[in-house]
Each structure stands twice: as C-alpha cells, then as structure tokens.
C-alpha cells in the first residue's frame, strides 16, 4: 500500500469511527502502524469468512421469524455499506475513502 493509500485509509476510518454507530455494521479497525516502507491497518478478524461464504453455509430462512431476522441482518449490512459509502463524500473529489 502506497504512502498516500495508507493515510487515506486512516482517514477513512477515523471517518467512521466519528459515528460510533458505524462499528455495529462493518469490520473494526483498530490501530495502524508504518516498519520500514510497510504500511499496516489493524482489522478486527472476520470469523465467518466473506459475506458469500457466510450465506452459502447458512441455510434460507424458513420461519416468519427466521425471515425477519435474514431481512433485519441485511438492512444492518445495508447501513454499513452507506456508511463506507458516505465516507467518500467527506473527502476531495479525487479521494474516494477506502483503498483496501
């Protein structure tokens, strides 16, 4: 990750971290730190994989109840990816928040 890549990415997440909100929706970001010309932003772990990982385990909801918990998940995951989104109207016209 470049010099510029990697302060934009910290500026992105200490964008997010102003809505103390946003933490609830996407992957924490907990420290960053720069050994010789190696750029680093701390993530906290994603246990269950990537989101298509994750729903090719799970299985479809069938209950009234296992349907509103799949469509309250996925307004949550809605919120977050606004959130991430958002952040890229906070910065100049050629800086578009995350890099990842």
Sequence with gaps: MSEPAYRNE???FETLSENGDAWRHI???YGSFTQDTSHNVI???ADQGTLADYYERVQNPVEENDT?????HL???AIGLRQIHDVGHHHSD???GFHG
């Design 43 to 45: 993530l906290e772990y």
């Design 10 to 12: 910290l500026k992105a």
């Design 27 to 29: 992957v924490k970001c």
């Design 75 to 77: 307004f949550q995951l």
């Design 94 to 96: 050629t800086d578009n």
């Design 68 to 72: 509103t918990d799949f469509w309250e």
